[in-house]
């Protein structure tokens, strides 16, 4: 059929079909006269040896539908997805176009793609250069080897069918590069969810998906098949999975663009007329554009919420519940790992919210032949109710997600799966049954239980009892979480590496969550620790974990974060603060770590220290974490029995613990580690507090000041003539003061300036046993004047210094 420019055969063989023929000028793809449209077929005798020739589709040729897959990942998906439509072609793009008869035809439909075409569906009034005519590009147009007879389908099939191709081209064109492995195997794992939404049987998915990652040339092309089954299982179980908003999340696909891409899956495309979408009698209807805009964002959150849809108000946003499912994600360079199984928030989007008001509510308008069903809900409506902040009527809040039975405010346990009206929390035990929790514990009960979680801990040498409560206070926070309004920062410290800090910090989070907290490393700066815990807050981790912590823990944000009942998270790449309630556990590891300024008051600490020279070689008769893991559900049950039986018991040792300035609900662990007699871990953290740089070089300070000046009120410039003197004898304190004063500079000199500046941040704090406290006041020339006064430390509070801003 491809003897060369064999014209006057091959136009007989097109009229002998029944096609309409078209006279073409010589290396043009389109008739040039008006009204071509009109023409009678032309006779074999009509064409010169250099024209080429048309074929006028549609209706004047039988119902002839020319597929023109115009990109070359269109081309490729085409061999697959329309194999049995005849093809044909240039040497630089072999079939590019695939033939099909549709009687019920309708007009041209597009399938463009960010202003590229990349598949057209030419009909009625259309026309289509066919072989052997000669392209513009000086190309041969030939007919392509393989099916020949041209079959028929319905007008929507076509669709449908012409939809998934392009669906599957853009994806095949934006498919990433070999570097990223990890995020191929999530694209694919998203397409699956995206092409199980659409309909597709789990053979055509599955080889669709081998066929995207083929032409976007994975070489493990292959391996990427076989999710299908389980995918299609999770829907039909309504269990959340992976679909088209990952994808195009994944991709980088803007929520204008999903929307798009939703119609060609649906087989929609550009329908000029093409039947409407059936209407759900069980859903409710809103006429697009018929009521106040208002009355219609109304309706639509009612459609939601009346629906199920899994949906949340956290903060400022709207958000869902989404799981790690393929393998552990690195965010930020690298610096917060996420293990497989995490549960993560996200917030919802433009185009994850118009799906799922498309699913719930039948939207209706007025077409040309009466009411019809819109493919989907209206992008602007998805937009307004994204940004209803504080109007958002009956959507449930979430303050966060937990994978153990938990205990409420109330001291009842939470233990059924699913969203907790009381606490605003899910829980979702992923699968693993937990037994009840008894309403009233005995004592003896709580001491067998707290005993199992003790043996977890038993291998590590801490220093005193208080120290060795830590973990197992870790244990019952993570269990109470929602009950407890502020919990500190826990502190896993050591002499040396190698001794297992973060294994105690990563048993603790497999029996809350049942794999590894999210870790994080610490940034350079304040601000660099800032982003990457704010993208934890966002998404949705109830444990965060800053890793082998080598620079001072402090700053503004992480003490915010410890104590605040919100926290101001800041949203990556704008200037913009999402606020979130605050419902983590922190933990910090390192060596010999350093905790300063006011964070020093919101830490416990467990200190480890083997006294051994090569700790790394020591062996050891279990691992924690390995034992956390089998023993979970055990363990779970025997912390939430500790706390049980103690507020069963009336919790009788709150009245007696030493006041934990911000931390007072956390009384209750504290209080049932003291009933079963054990150690307080308030007591580290005086500790933590003597070893803060930053009040030791106050307190050094304020010692060497009190020593060359007294009690009496002096200004800078008369310390610094003081200090810049030299005596005839060496005074220490002297020298000691002025070095003191100098490194409160950026620069290390004495500017009075400066000084007097990081001076006022200490004004009247109380350092230091027997206590000194700096004073400040301005004269009559209006010069400020400093003095150090002695102060005694308040008794009974077991602490060498006193509270902060006591006077």
Request: neutral net charge.
């Amino acid at each position: 059929m491809n003897e060369p420019r064999d014209l006057e055969k091959l136009v007989r063989v097109y009229r002998e079909a029944g096609w309409h023929t078209l006279v073409l000028p010589a290396g043009e793809k389109a008739p040039t006269t008006k009204g071509w449209q009109k023409n009678p077929s032309a006779e074999p005798g009509d064409f010169k040896l250099n024209s080429n020739v048309g074929v006028l589709l549609g209706k004047p040729s039988g119902g002839l539908v020319d597929v023109d897959l115009d990109t070359e990942q269109a081309a490729k998906v085409g061999r697959t997805t329309l194999a049995d439509m005849p093809s044909f072609g240039r040497r630089s793009r072999p079939r590019s176009h695939r033939l099909v008869y549709c009687a019920d035809a309708d007009k041209r439909v597009t399938y463009e793609f960010r202003k590229q075409m990349v598949l057209e569906l030419r009909t009625n009034g259309g026309q289509t250069m066919f072989p052997p005519s000669i392209h513009p590009a000086q190309e041969l147009v030939q007919w392509e080897p393989g099916e020949t007879t041209i079959p028929t389908l319905d007008w929507e099939t076509l669709q449908t069918r012409a939809g998934i191709t392009a669906f599957l081209a853009v994806v095949a064109a934006l498919y990433p590069e070999p570097k990223d492995h990890g995020t191929r195997d999530e694209i694919c794992l998203a397409l699956t969810g995206a092409l199980a939404g659409a309909g597709l049987d789990a053979k055509q998915i599955d080889a669709y998906v081998v066929l995207v990652a083929d032409i976007g040339k994975d070489e493990e092309a292959a391996k990427r098949a076989g999710k299908a089954e389980a995918t299609l299982r999770k829907m039909d179980a309504k269990e959340p999975c992976w679909g088209l908003p990952k994808l195009c999340e994944l991709l980088g696909i803007t929520d204008g663009e999903v929307q798009e891409l939703r119609e060609w899956l649906g087989g929609t495309g550009k329908r000029g007329g093409a039947p409407g979408i059936p209407v759900d009698p069980k859903l409710p209807q809103i006429w697009s554009g018929a009521t106040l805009l208002d009355e219609e964002l109304d309706a639509a959150q009612a459609g939601l919420v009346g629906a199920g849809v899994d949906v949340f108000q956290r903060g400022e946003s709207l958000v869902r519940v989404a799981h790690i499912q393929s393998h552990e994600t690195k965010e930020m360079g690298g610096a917060i790992r996420r293990a497989v199984g995490s549960t993560v928030i996200r917030r919802v989007k433009n185009g994850w919210m118009v799906e799922k008001l498309s699913r719930v509510i039948n939207w209706m308008k007025m077409g040309k032949h009466g009411a019809v069903r819109e493919s989907s809900a209206p992008g602007h409506i998805a937009m307004y109710i994204l940004e209803r902040v504080g109007h958002w009527g009956e959507i449930r809040v979430l303050r966060g997600v937990v994978h153990t039975p938990m205990m409420r405010r109330d001291g009842s346990i939470l233990q059924t799966n699913g969203y907790d009206a009381d606490t605003s929390y899910i829980l979702d035990t992923l699968g693993v049954e937990f037994p009840l929790v008894g309403e009233a514990p005995t004592k003896e009960q709580a001491e067998a239980a707290i005993a199992k979680i003790e043996q977890l801990f038993s291998l590590y040498p801490f220093t005193t009892n208080d120290e060795r409560a830590v973990p197992t206070a870790a244990v019952l926070t993570v269990v109470s979480r929602a009950t407890v309004a502020a919990v500190p920062m826990f502190v896993i410290d050591a002499a040396d590496a190698a001794y297992g800090k973060t294994k105690i910090v990563e048993a603790v989070s497999m029996i809350a969550l049942g794999h590894i907290a999210a870790t994080m490393t610490q940034g350079r700066t304040e601000e660099e620790t800032e982003k990457r815990i704010s993208s934890m807050l966002m998404t949705g981790d109830s444990i965060i974990v800053m890793d082998n912590a080598s620079l001072p823990i402090t700053g503004d944000f992480l003490c915010q974060m410890v104590t605040g009942p919100l926290i101001g998270a800041r949203i990556l790449g704008r200037s913009e603060v999402m606020k979130l309630p605050n419902n983590v556990t922190s933990f910090a590891t390192g060596i010999n770590v350093v905790v300063a300024h006011d964070m020093s008051r919101r830490v416990v600490r467990a200190y480890i220290d083997g006294g051994v020279a090569n700790p790394e070689t020591r062996s050891f008769p279990f691992d924690p974490v390995q034992v956390a893991r089998e023993r979970r559900v055990e363990l779970v049950v025997a912390a939430l029995t500790v706390l049980r039986a103690y507020v069963h018991a009336g919790r009788p040792c709150d009245k007696e613990l030493p006041v934990f300035a911000s931390f007072e609900d956390w009384n209750l662990v504290r209080g049932a580690l003291k009933w079963l007699g054990r150690g307080d871990p308030y007591y580290t953290h005086v500790e933590v507090r003597k070893r803060d740089p930053r009040r030791n070089e106050l307190l050094e300070i304020l010692r060497a000041w009190s020593k060359c000046f007294g009690c009496g009120p002096m200004t800078l410039a008369q310390v610094k003539l003081y200090c810049e003197e030299s005596p005839s004898v060496p005074d220490q304190n002297r020298a000691i003061l002025y070095e003191a004063l100098c490194a409160l500079t950026p620069r290390g000199d004495f500017n009075a300036r400066s000084i007097g500046g990081n001076l006022r941040k200490h004004l009247n704090r109380v350092v230091g046993s027997p206590g000194v406290v700096l004073r400040y006041q301005v004269n009559r020339d209006g010069i400020a004047e400093w003095w150090v006064d002695e102060k005694e430390v308040q008794p009974g509070l077991g602490l060498d210094y006193a509270p902060e801003g006591a006077t």
